[in-house]
């Protein structure tokens, strides 16, 4: 009860300082992976969105989508809370589209990883997943929830290097018996009393203030801001567009070399008989 309470405050607190996520938003959703069909080798991808309710004005959902190398299909892993109200667990473990919307709010690209070393990537992320402590636990504040999960994956297979924004409240999130350890991208260190209080210090992260589970982060290294319920603010290391645009030229391709098997299939008119 007294967390609940806490968090509502926040959330009135700053609730004026986001618009609706869902306002002039562009659609991102189905654009951002690379069809499967399109795309033979590995990749990985990490996505987050604006939640629902009171809580999108501060927080994202965030979840993690893997493709093994000639894969047909994406495989994306969550933590869903509600789902313990049906079942044992948490964890979800989906196949198809990964970058779906996430109850009518866009997804984000936030890490997109390709290369050679992807397929061993992979291989760790599933360990971490099956190693994730937390999947018969959900709180949204300040833990452990979707961003906690995230994080514990990113700490995991530090090569993803991720660097989770300042809404994907939870990732800070640690137990009491382990206040001090990696940060959730891997290249740093953390101190956090439950996800409530603490510092983090990192080449990816730059440094950050964590209280009450709301982020305050200087990215010395990107020359970026970050600032709790706004997100991040200056460069950022994943170009959406780009991603886009490539998927779009995979699209075309498929679509002219369609016409033009179409057009060399069609019959020769041949001219009528005088």
């Given at each position: 009860?007294?967390?609940?309470t806490?968090?509502?405050?926040?959330?009135?607190l700053?609730?004026?300082?986001?618009?609706?996520?869902?306002?002039?938003?562009?659609?991102?959703?189905?654009?951002?992976?690379?069809?499967?069909?399109?795309?033979?080798?590995?990749?990985?991808?990490?996505?987050?969105?604006?939640?629902?309710?009171?809580?999108?004005?501060?927080?994202?959902?965030?979840?993690?989508?893997?493709?093994?190398?000639?894969?047909?299909?994406?495989?994306?892993?969550?933590?869903?809370?509600?789902?313990?109200?049906?079942?044992?667990?948490?964890?979800?473990?989906?196949?198809?589209?990964?970058?779906?919307?996430?109850?009518?709010?866009?997804p984000?690209?936030?890490?997109?990883?390709?290369?050679?070393?992807?397929?061993?990537?992979?291989?760790?992320?599933?360990?971490?997943?099956?190693?994730?402590?937390?999947?018969?636990?959900?709180?949204?504040?300040?833990?452990?929830?979707?961003?906690?999960?995230?994080?514990?994956?990113?700490?995991?297979?530090?090569?993803?290097?991720?660097?989770?924004?300042s809404?994907?409240?939870?990732?800070?999130?640690?137990?009491?018996?382990?206040?001090?350890?990696?940060?959730?991208?891997?290249?740093?260190?953390?101190?956090?009393?439950?996800?409530?209080l603490?510092?983090?210090?990192?080449?990816?992260?730059?440094?950050?203030?964590?209280?009450?589970?709301?982020?305050?982060?200087?990215?010395?290294?990107?020359?970026?801001?970050?600032?709790?319920?706004?997100?991040?603010?200056?460069?950022?290391?994943?170009?959406?567009?780009?991603?886009?645009?490539?998927?779009?030229?995979?699209?075309?391709?498929?679509?002219?070399?369609?016409?033009k098997?179409?057009?060399?299939?069609?019959?020769?008119?041949?001219?009528?008989?005088?």
């Open positions: 009860m007294k967390h609940s806490i968090l509502v405050f926040i959330l009135i700053l609730s004026g300082c986001q618009s609706s996520p869902n306002t002039n938003q562009s659609v991102t959703a189905g654009k951002l992976s690379p069809p499967p069909h399109l795309y033979s080798p590995a990749i990985i991808q990490v996505f987050g969105a604006r939640t629902k309710g009171a809580k999108q004005a501060l927080a994202i959902h965030t979840w993690i989508s893997t493709k093994r190398a000639n894969a047909k299909e994406y495989t994306s892993y969550e933590i869903i809370g509600w789902r313990l109200r049906r079942g044992p667990t948490a964890l979800v473990v989906r196949q198809g589209n990964p970058d779906r919307d996430w109850w009518g709010s866009q984000q690209l936030l890490l997109d990883k390709r290369g050679e070393q992807v397929e061993e990537l992979i291989n760790k992320i599933e360990q971490a997943v099956a190693d994730y402590p937390y999947k018969t636990e959900y709180h949204a504040w300040p833990g452990p929830n979707s961003n906690t999960f995230t994080a514990f994956i990113a700490r995991a297979v530090p090569e993803l290097k991720l660097d989770l924004p809404t994907a409240i939870g990732k800070d999130y640690r137990d009491v018996a382990d206040v001090v350890g990696m940060s959730p991208s891997g290249q740093g260190v953390q101190f956090s009393l439950w996800g409530l603490g510092v983090t210090a990192g080449i990816q992260e730059g440094l950050e203030l964590n209280i009450l589970g709301l982020n305050f982060e200087l990215d010395v290294f990107d020359l970026a801001l970050e600032l709790p319920g706004v997100g991040r603010l200056g460069f950022s290391e994943t170009d959406e567009q780009e991603v886009i645009a490539e998927n779009q030229r995979l699209l075309d391709e498929e679509k002219a070399i369609a016409n098997n179409k057009k060399s299939e069609e019959p020769i008119a041949t001219p009528p008989d005088d």
